[in-house]
């Protein structure tokens, strides 16, 4: 059985920076597809950055591109959101997802909730001024 835990949400203000680790358990396979995501109280769940196996390539959401770093420790099966410059709009429960050895796929669902199997049950991050 799969398990994702995430840690290191916390409050901060705007500017400063935090660092989101996800350790994933029960995986039957070493080539995943794993991303993190963020909810808005109110809005959708949205993706915000995603790292593809093998390759190590990543994509990101233009909101937080340019100040968020996602990346993976492979021996400790942990993925990692490094976030910096921090934005009110930034304030959501971030979730990381994982999806097992993952076929060929559209760039379009890289970041969609839709495309991952297992999921954590996140970890509250707020951003005030």
């Known amino acids: 059985q799969v398990r994702l835990v995430e840690s290191g949400g916390d409050s901060v203000q705007v500017g400063g920076s935090l660092k989101l680790s996800c350790v994933a358990s029960g995986l039957s396979s070493g080539r995943n597809l794993m991303a993190w995501f963020r909810q808005a109280s109110g809005q959708e769940r949205e993706g915000v950055a995603c790292?593809?196996?093998?390759?190590?390539?990543?994509r990101y959401a233009d909101s937080v591109r340019g100040r968020f770093t996602v990346s993976q420790d492979e021996v400790t099966n942990t993925i990692y959101l490094h976030m910096e410059s921090l934005k009110p709009d930034d304030t959501a429960v971030y979730f990381c997802a994982v999806l097992q050895t993952p076929g060929p796929m559209a760039v379009s669902q890289l970041l969609s909730p839709n495309t991952y199997t297992d999921w954590g049950q996140g970890t509250r991050v707020t951003v005030s001024s």
């Open positions: 790292l593809w196996p093998a390759s190590g390539n990543r």
